[in-house]
């Protein structure tokens, strides 16, 4: 179990640093970029693998009511450890993750 919590603490910290360097910033009076579902659209569908020292499933539905949904789960020696449910949805001219 100490491995598993140094594994995801290792990688929320690189995640956090990595992001930081990689998030756009909106200046005050600035505007959200455009975009649109077709562009990540190729994301939609089952996707499963090994990482974080276990078994990882995703699932991305297609775009629907202007939106995509998606589930995520790490599953280590059988037991679920993280999962996360989420999406995408398309606000007049631009994409939101939440």
């Known amino acids: 179990m100490k491995a598993i919590f140094s594994t995801l603490l290792l990688f929320l910290v690189f995640h956090t640093g990595f ?4 998030t756009l910033k909106f200046q ?11 562009a ?3 994301i ?5 693998g090994e990482a ?3 078994i ?3 699932f991305w539905s297609p775009p629907l009511g202007d939106s995509m949904m998606f589930s995520f789960k790490l ?3 059988n037991t679920v450890i993280f999962y996360e449910l989420g999406g ?10 939440n």
């Open 40 to 42: 990540v659209s190729w």
């Open 52 to 54: 974080f020292g276990g």
């Open 44 to 48: 939609q569908g089952y996707w499963k």
């Open 19 to 22: 992001c930081q360097n990689n």
């Open 56 to 58: 990882t499933e995703e």
């Open 88 to 97: 995408i949805r398309q606000v007049d001219n631009t994409s939101l993750l």
């Open 75 to 77: 599953v280590v020696d």
């Open 28 to 38: 005050e009076g600035s505007t959200s970029p455009e975009a649109n579902l077709d």
